[in-house]
């Protein structure tokens, strides 16, 4: 596994019955991230893009697989509880 190097805090969200947003955060230079890492505590649909609404037909993100996602262009991440609310956390990557 190659490491990888987060060094600016990220945004959080707990899921809900209906769509939430998180904006894409920015890395320690400022900038929005082109790269970051998403992880659940539990069962959570997301879908990543620009004012997108998460739905049952989106990906699946769940506590035992991260997901490390090129957000390049894109400004937030949609997230949609599957059977539970579930804390979302998306941090920036460094490049």
């Given at each position: 596994?190659?490491?990888?190097?987060?060094?600016?805090?990220?945004?959080?969200?707990?899921?809900?019955?209906?769509?939430?947003?998180?904006?894409?955060?920015?890395?320690?230079t400022g900038n929005k991230a082109k790269t970051?890492?998403?992880?659940?505590e539990g069962l959570t649909y997301i879908l990543?893009?620009?004012?997108?609404?998460?739905?049952?037909?989106?990906?699946?993100?769940?506590?035992?697989?991260?997901?490390?996602?090129?957000?390049?262009?894109?400004?937030?991440?949609?997230?949609?509880?599957?059977?539970?609310?579930?804390?979302?956390?998306?941090?920036?990557?460094?490049?």
């Amino acid at each position: 596994m190659t490491p990888i190097k987060i060094m600016a805090a990220g945004a959080a969200v707990t899921s809900s019955g209906s769509s939430q947003s998180i904006t894409i955060p920015n890395d320690s230079t400022g900038n929005k991230a082109k790269t970051v890492l998403v992880t659940v505590e539990g069962l959570t649909y997301i879908l990543p893009g620009i004012g997108l609404t998460a739905t049952a037909a989106c990906t699946i993100a769940s506590a035992n697989a991260p997901l490390l996602l090129d957000v390049t262009g894109m400004t937030t991440i949609a997230v949609l509880q599957l059977t539970a609310a579930q804390i979302v956390t998306v941090n920036p990557v460094e490049s």
